[in-house]
C-alpha cells in the first residue's frame, strides 16, 4: 500500500474533463467533452443527434490559392509586359492563379453555396476549406480556430463527393460506419449513429446492400449518410447532384433541404447549376475567374445583380440584354432610348442619378425574360420558335435583329397569336429593367 501510495504522487494526475471551464471551443474534443458534460448534446426533429455549443462559423480571410508553374523554364516577363492571362485566369511569376482575394464570413448553421461556371474557382475553394488543398495566402478559421496548417482528419468536418466515393466491397452499413471505425468508437454508438442517419435519409432498407445494388439517388444518400454520422462542424458539398438525371437531381435537391432542417451543421455547397443555387442557399457566392462577383441572397442576386457577369448568370433562360441603349437627360430628367423607344425614369433611379451626376452615356439595357409582356402595341417582334413548358411558354423573338427571349403564362393565352412567324409586339416595366455600364460592367443602381 505505501508503494502505491509513492506511484500515485510521482505520476502525474490525468486530466479531469468533467469540468473543462475555461476551455475554449477551438478545440474539437473540447467541444465534444464541454457538451458531454453539460448535457447540450440535444436531439433535432427525426431522432437525429447533433451538438450544441459549438460554433462552426468559417471564416476566410484574403485567401489566395497559386498553383506554380510545372514548366522547367519558366518565361520571363519583361519589365513592362502585362501578366499573361490562360483561361481568363491570371498567370503571375509564381504560376496560375486559381482563387483570389476570397474573404466570406459564414455563419454557425448556415447554408452557403458556392456558384460559377466551371474553371471558377469555387471547388479549389472548398478544397481549401477541407484542407485537401494548400492555402497560398490568407488565413482560414474554423470556429475560432486558425486550421491553415492543420490536418483535414483535425478539422471536424466532412466532405461529401460529386462520384460519391463509396468503397464497393463493403455494405451501406459499413460504408456509412468506416470513418468511426477507424476512430475507434465503440460498436454500439456506431450501429446507433448509423440507423439514425439512415432513418433521416429513408435508406434503412439498404443498409444490407453493396453500392452496385443501389441507385444514383440512394448512393448519393449514402455518400451524405457516411459524412453526418461524423456528427461534423462543417459539412462540405462538392457538386453531390451532378451525376444525376433530371429526376434525380429534384428529389434530391428537396432531400437536402429536409436534411439541413433536421442537422445543425454548417453547410457549404459547391455547384455550377444556379437553379441548386437559388432553391439550396441562404447566401449564394457566386464567383468568376478566381473572384467574387456578388454574395448574398437568392432574391438580392436575382432582383439586384451588381455587374453584368451575374445578371446573365442567375436566371434561366438569362437576362436579355439590349446594348444599342442610351442614357440620356433632358430637363432635368434621366430616361433611357432604347429600340426608337424614350423611357423616362422613375423617381427612385432619377434621384440615385442625380446624386452621383451621371452624364450622358451608352448603356447596356438589362430585362429578364419574365418580364416581357405580349402587348398589342409595343416593340415590333417576330416569333422564330414557340416553345411549350405547359404552364408557360418561351418565346424566342427577333427584335431589330436580336434575339430575345420571353416567358408568358400560358392561361388565357391564344395560342395561334404566338405561332412560328407571326408578327407581335412586346412591352415591360420600365422599374424592372437594369441598366448596366458597357465599359465597367456595373449596374448603375
Given amino acids: 500500500m505505501r508503494l502505491l501510495h509513492k506511484i500515485d504522487r ?4 490525468k486530466e479531469d474533463k468533467t469540468h473543462p471551464q475555461g476551455l475554449r471551443c477551438g478545440s474539437v474534443e473540447t467541444c465534444r467533452n464541454a457538451s458531454r458534460v453539460s448535457g447540450r448534446e440535444t436531439w433535432a426533429s427525426g431522432g437525429s443527434r447533433v451538438k450544441a455549443g459549438c460554433m462552426a462559423s468559417v471564416t476566410l480571410k484574403n485567401i489566395k490559392k497559386i498553383y506554380p508553374n510545372t514548366e522547367t523554364k519558366k518565361k520571363k516577363r519583361k519589365k513592362g509586359e502585362p501578366e499573361e492571362k490562360k483561361h481568363n485566369l491570371q498567370i503571375t511569376a509564381e504560376g496560375v492563379v486559381a482563387v483570389q482575394q476570397f474573404s466570406l464570413d459564414i455563419k454557425d448553421r448556415e447554408f452557403i453555396v458556392l456558384v460559377g461556371p466551371s474553371g471558377c474557382g469555387k471547388s479549389t475553394t472548398l478544397r481549401m476549406i477541407a484542407g485537401l488543398e494548400e492555402i497560398t495566402e490568407g488565413e482560414l478559421y474554423i470556429g475560432d ?3 491553415n496548417d492543420v490536418a483535414p482528419k483535425d478539422r471536424d468536418i466532412a466532405m461529401v463527393f460529386q462520384n460519391y466515393a463509396l468503397y464497393p466491397h463493403m455494405t451501406v452499413f459499413e460504408n456509412m460506419a468506416f ?8 460498436k454500439k454508438e456506431i450501429e446507433q449513429k448509423v440507423h439514425e442517419a439512415a432513418e433521416i435519409l429513408g435508406i434503412t432498407e439498404y443498409l444490407d446492400r453493396k453500392p452496385k445494388a ?9 455518400a451524405i449518410g457516411r459524412a453526418i454520422v461524423r456528427d461534423p462542424q462543417v459539412l462540405l458539398m462538392d457538386e453531390p447532384l451532378s451525376n444525376l438525371d433530371a429526376k434525380l437531381r429534384n428529389q434530391m435537391r428537396a432531400e437536402i433541404i429536409k436534411l439541413r432542417s433536421r442537422i445543425n ?15 439550396l442557399g441562404d447566401r449564394i457566392v457566386i464567383m468568376r475567374d478566381g473572384f467574387i462577383q456578388q454574395i448574398g441572397t437568392p432574391q438580392e442576386v436575382f432582383n ?7 445578371a446573365g448568370f442567375i436566371g434561366t433562360p438569362q437576362m436579355n440584354f439590349f446594348r444599342n441603349a442610351k442614357l440620356v437627360k433632358q430637363n432635368g430628367q434621366y430616361a433611357v432610348d432604347l429600340l426608337g423607344r424614350h423611357i423616362v425614369l422613375d423617381a427612385e433611379r432619377q434621384k440615385v442619378l442625380a446624386d452621383r451626376n451621371e452624364p450622358e452615356h451608352d448603356v447596356i439595357v438589362g430585362i429578364r425574360p419574365v418580364h416581357l409582356n405580349i402587348a398589342a402595341q409595343g416593340l415590333p417582334a417576330t416569333i422564330d420558335v414557340s416553345e411549350m413548358m405547359g404552364s ?11 434575339d430575345v427571349i420571353a416567358i408568358v403564362p400560358t392561361a388565357g393565352l391564344n395560342l395561334d397569336d404566338v405561332r412560328t412567324g407571326t408578327q407581335t409586339h412586346f412591352d415591360f416595366d420600365p422599374t424592372l429593367m437594369h441598366l448596366f455600364d458597357p465599359e465597367t460592367e456595373k449596374n448603375l443602381f
Fill in 10 to 13: 510521482i505520476l502525474p494526475k
Fill in 179 to 186: 470513418s468511426l471505425k477507424l476512430k475507434k468508437v465503440p
Fill in 265 to 279: 451543421t454548417t453547410f457549404i455547397y459547391v455547384t455550377h447549376d444556379q437553379t441548386e443555387a437559388m432553391t
Fill in 214 to 222: 443501389l441507385s444514383g439517388g440512394q448512393r448519393q444518400r449514402v
Fill in 145 to 147: 480556430r486558425l486550421v
Fill in 304 to 310: 439586384h445583380p451588381l455587374n453584368l457577369f451575374v
Fill in 392 to 402: 408557360e411558354m418561351h418565346l424566342h423573338l427577333t427584335v431589330s435583329g436580336q
